[in-house]
């Protein structure tokens, strides 16, 4: 707890201001001025001596059991989610207490119900929520809870700072990864565009024994076991284990998009936050899948980057999200080649390595030889996000005759940006260029697609 400092209420001020305009008032009906003088001298020492004994006794009380507060925060925050916050003042001592809470958040917080003014009861606690929503990644430093308590005849407020202050974590949306792991349980994926397929007799990985039923394959039936079972058993397969999942994340200046505003859509949608929010959820699925997850960034100066290496288990996307939740999209130009090369230092194993980038036609130069480089060794799955705003552009009414124009140049821009991705990814059927909020489903079904065909 710091030191009080003590603010005059409104009260005093008021009667300080009202004795200042009687005095004038006195003066103008031509009440002698050393009479005014007196008086008003002798109202304003008394005044005085009030409000020092009033701050005195007050002090004097507060500190013999000043209130206790107690803050529940979470373990970490979700980005965009509102979060529902509790401070409790536990009040021991005999004394009631007017008090008015402030808590210092984060400037990255937006925030509803503070502040807030109570009447703390003696030998009580009173509970206080609001409610506070993280607007950015990373880590969010709490400060401490700012109290104002009035005196016991209301001539100050006082200032006291209770409390420690606090950093806490601010992670990518899970809702993406709940609402997935939800619908595969009740096998209903297809309501957010993930394709699924039948399981039994896939893959190349043998799983187990199992009896035969109508529809199996009779090339899969395991004809030793059926003679010693004495009825038809079938062997049945999964897709390969054990494989690699490696992204590599820009972080240079064209992730810095961010088109909230344009498309009335929250700012916490960035193209940066949307790909974390698709490699979080991919990861997922391909942990669940037995695979092994590792992610690199480029595209930032050396000291910032970061590496995670592939690995697999319940506890790695954990991992992998602590490692990569504060990072933030810089000003710098992304270096595609050099971010190859790196990986390819790396990465001896083969693995699906998935770019994840905000593509423009002139980046073609530096992206194409990047990709080859990357295809000789390792299977390449090139992940762009699209500007929103272009589509609303494109399918805007023409309303003016200015319309037609702003029209045209976004069809023309498109038209530019298709024709340039084609020629550097070529002929491959796995890459996408998608708009950010379509990006965790398509990156799904590309994953899905490589397993059920084998291609890693």
Not at 265 to 270: E, P
Request: hydrophobic share 45%.
């Amino acid at each position: 707890m710091r030191a009080a400092i003590p603010i005059p209420a409104r009260a005093p001020v008021l009667a300080l201001a009202g004795l200042g305009v009687v005095a004038t008032v006195a003066l103008l009906l031509g009440v002698p001025v050393d009479y005014v003088a007196v008086v008003a001298g002798v109202l304003l020492a008394l005044g005085f001596v009030l409000a020092g004994a009033d701050f005195w006794q007050s002090l004097r009380l507060w500190r013999a059991a000043p209130l206790r507060i107690e803050r529940n925060l979470p373990g970490a925050f979700s980005l965009g989610v509102p979060t529902v916050l509790t401070l409790t003042l536990v009040n021991e001592g005999a004394q009631a207490w007017r008090v008015s809470v402030f808590d210092e958040l984060d400037t990255h917080f937006a925030f509803e119900g503070l502040p807030q003014e109570h009447v703390v009861p003696a030998l009580s606690r009173v509970a206080i929520r609001y409610t506070a929503t993280a607007t950015q990644r990373g880590v969010a430093q709490f400060g401490a809870t700012q109290l104002r308590w009035r005196t016991r005849l209301g001539c100050f407020e006082v200032r006291q700072t209770l409390g420690e202050p606090r950093r806490l974590r601010v992670y990518p949306n899970f809702a993406a990864l709940a609402r997935y792991a939800w619908l595969s349980g009740d096998r209903r994926l297809a309501q957010i565009g993930i394709k699924t397929y039948a399981q039994r007799g896939l893959g190349t990985d043998f799983r187990q024994l199992a009896d035969y039923k109508t529809g199996d394959s009779l090339r899969h039936i395991d004809w030793k076991a059926t003679q010693r079972q004495r009825r038809p058993i079938v062997r049945e397969f999964q897709d390969d284990r054990d494989q690699c999942v490696l992204f590599l994340l820009d972080c240079g200046r064209r992730m810095r998009a961010d088109e909230g505003a344009l498309v009335q859509q929250q700012a916490n949608n960035s193209h940066f936050d949307e790909a974390l929010n698709a490699l979080m959820l991919l990861s997922y699925v391909a942990l669940k899948e037995g695979d092994e997850v590792g992610a690199m960034t480029f595209g930032c100066p050396p000291e910032e980057r970061r590496d995670f290496a592939p690995r697999k288990g319940s506890a790695t996307l954990n991992a992998l999200m602590n490692r990569l939740h504060d990072i933030q999209p810089g000003a710098t130009h992304s270096d595609y080649l050099l971010a190859a090369q790196e990986l390819l230092r790396v990465q001896k194993r083969r693995a699906l390595v998935i770019v994840l980038t905000n593509f423009r036609d002139e980046d073609a130069a530096e992206l194409r030889p990047a990709i080859k480089l990357l295809r000789r060794k390792h299977l390449v799955l090139v992940a762009s996000l699209r500007e929103r705003v272009l589509g609303h552009i494109a399918s805007q009414p023409l309303v003016h005759a200015r319309d037609a124009v702003d029209v045209a140049a976004a069809h023309l821009f498109e038209q530019s940006r298709r024709d340039a991705f084609a020629r550097v990814v070529g002929n491959d059927p796995l890459s996408v260029d998608v708009e950010p909020a379509d990006l965790a489903v398509a990156l799904v079904n590309r994953y899905h697609a490589v397993k059920r065909a084998g291609l890693l």
